[in-house]
């Protein structure tokens, strides 16, 4: 009633053994097993890709002992495609003859989760990456676990020299003298105390230029045990030029006025 297969191999690659609940796992039944007589016929059965691997790999194992642990795909009796994890167990000698155990298992259902998360975090990362607003993962000692690869555009610096900085407050070292206070402070808050927060501040860019960015909190959460940080950044200098402008503009219409 197990769910993994277990397996036994002589030193010419005949099947000594393989578990009943093969069937389950292939479509063929133990006696069908049995009639192909070679585990390297079983091995024909692979992903054309998998199959010259998983072959080296069980030879080892069966000659010199060498353990392995190997995932390949598997082609069933009705043609569907499975995923197998087979591992070694050990070799022994009997009656003056070497065997070889293994197991065998159904990771199937495993790996199409793997694929659906892969192409969810594909999905998040060309989002992330294409919003004009920028993403950002502090951890509980303002270290930068993440931040979009679109902050290029914001700062100048790319993705991976901002991840070489390290450190949210280095970040803040770039900020405008009269900002980076309340910046600092803010962030702090966030993290140590929860502290949401919603600040505008000035921001020296890679080429000297100063811009204004928009920053706020979203929330913390913990993983693994550990204490994080969201938030998100955008840029706002069209903003406020155009609120300069507009602040000028209605000064020098009252000074027309007076």
């Known amino acids: 009633n197990i769910p993994d297969v277990i397996w036994t191999s002589a030193a010419d690659y005949g099947m000594v053994f393989v578990g009943p609940n093969v069937e389950r796992l292939t479509g063929y039944t133990q006696e069908e097993e049995y009639q192909t007589g070679n585990w390297i016929k079983w091995f024909d059965r692979l992903h054309p890709n998998d199959a010259k691997k998983t072959k080296t790999a069980f030879r080892k194992f069966v000659k010199v002992g060498k353990p392995y642990d190997i995932e390949y795909r598997f082609k069933r009796k009705d043609g569907r495609w499975v995923w197998i994890n087979e591992r070694s167990m050990g070799t022994y000698q ?4 070497k065997y070889a155990d293994g197991l065998i298992s159904d990771i199937t259902e495993r790996k199409h989760a793997e694929e659906e998360l892969r192409r ?8 992330v990456s294409n919003i004009p607003d920028i993403v950002w993962t502090s ?8 931040i979009g ?4 555009r914001l700062t100048g610096y790319t993705q991976e020299e901002e991840y070489q900085t390290g450190n949210w407050i280095k970040w803040f070292d770039r900020l405008h003298p009269n900002d980076m206070e309340k910046a600092k402070a803010s962030l702090w808050g966030f993290i140590k ?3 949401p927060y919603d600040i505008e501040y ?6 000297g230029k100063w811009i204004w960015i ?3 909190s979203l929330g913390t959460y913990k993983k693994d045990g550990k204490l994080y940080a969201d938030g998100l950044l955008s840029d706002i200098t069209e903003q406020k030029r155009l609120e300069e402008s507009r602040i ?3 000064a020098a219409l009252a000074n027309a006025k007076a």
Do not use: M, W
């Open 94 to 97: 009997k009656d003056g003859k």
């Open 120 to 127: 969810s975090e594909e999905k998040y990362r060309s989002l």
């Open 139 to 146: 951890d509980k000692g303002c270290n930068i676990v993440y």
């Open 149 to 152: 690869t679109n902050v290029e």
């Open 193 to 195: 105390g929860k502290q």
């Open 202 to 207: 000035r921001f020296k860019r890679k080429d």
């Open 214 to 216: 928009h920053d706020r």
């Open 248 to 250: 000028e503009q209605a």
